[in-house]
């Protein structure tokens, strides 16, 4: 079992920053890939970036490239998500999640196996 707790949300206005960490615990963080998703009312929860097991290779959205930087720090067992220049269509609770190595796309909430309660970001124009 991996458990998330993700922190760091709030109300921001358009424009600012936020930084999300989602602490794990549990089995060896350093075995899992980890993903960022985020889900707004009334939509489905989506991608939002990915970081590998050995923080080599990150991916994002199209919507969040260049905005949004995830890291890892496997020392603390800690991902982060750098949020910078957010816009209201950014609102949403943001959900941590972990996904095995080998359990396919990076993309796909289906191929997370565990997940955090989510934090709320709120983003006012």
């Known amino acids: 079992q991996v458990q998330l707790v993700e922190s760091g949300g709030g109300l921001v206005q358009a424009g600012g920053s936020l930084r999300l960490s989602c602490a794990a615990s549990?089995?060896?963080?350093?075995?899992?890939?980890m993903g960022w998703f985020r889900q707004a009312p009334g939509k489905e929860r989506d991608f939002v970036a990915a970081i590998s097991s050995s923080g080599a290779n990150t991916y994002y959205a199209d919507s969040v490239k260049g905005r949004f930087t995830i890291s890892r720090d496997g020392a603390k067992n800690t991902v982060y998500l750098q949020m910078n220049s957010l816009k209201p269509e950014d609102t949403a609770v943001y959900y941590c999640a972990a996904k095995a190595m080998y359990s396919g796309s990076h993309y796909s909430t289906n191929n997370y196996n565990y997940w955090g309660q989510g934090t709320q970001v709120t983003v006012t124009s």
């Open positions: 549990g089995r060896a963080f350093t075995n899992y890939h």
